[in-house]
């Protein structure tokens, strides 16, 4: 896979993995625990985990490519834990590509 492929699927699953955490906290989990309908918690939940293990599995192959040093790393692998925090590491990403298409 190319390199140019790799940041773009990382770019999608930063993406997902913030739309699965939004369906999941706004929809999913209020039904839930709100009104007892449970139907729509598997199908979001593993939409969620599939786009987790997307991003970090990603975050790991891009790692080079963003010349990302152990403690940046870190700090990308930790805010796949922490919701909506991709949406941060996108922004990042995206600022790069600016900033590296002007030179």
Same mark, same amino acid.
């Given at each position: 896979?190319?390199?140019?492929?790799? *940041?773009?699927?990382?770019?999608?699953? $930063? /993406?997902?993995?913030?739309? @699965? $955490?939004?369906?999941?906290? $706004?929809?999913?989990?209020?039904?839930?625990?709100?009104?007892?309908?449970?139907?729509?918690?598997?199908?979001?939940? @593993?939409?969620?985990?599939? !786009?987790?293990?997307?991003? /970090?599995?990603? !975050?790991?192959?891009?790692?080079?490519?963003?010349?990302?040093?152990?403690?940046?790393? !870190?700090?990308?692998?930790?805010?796949?834990?922490?919701?909506?925090?991709?949406?941060?590491?996108?922004?990042?990403? *995206?600022?790069?590509?600016?900033?590296? @298409?002007?030179?």
């Amino acid at each position: 896979m190319s390199e140019s492929q790799l *940041k773009k699927y990382f770019n999608i699953f $930063c /993406i997902l993995e913030l739309i @699965s $955490c939004f369906l999941l906290f $706004c929809i999913a989990m209020p039904l839930k625990y709100g009104y007892g309908i449970t139907e729509q918690m598997f199908l979001i939940g @593993s939409f969620h985990g599939a !786009a987790f293990v997307g991003y /970090i599995l990603f !975050a790991i192959l891009v790692r080079k490519i963003y010349k990302w040093d152990d403690e940046e790393f !870190a700090f990308i692998l930790l805010f796949g834990f922490i919701p909506f925090a991709t949406w941060l590491v996108h922004k990042k990403v *995206k600022n790069f590509e600016e900033n590296v @298409s002007e030179d």
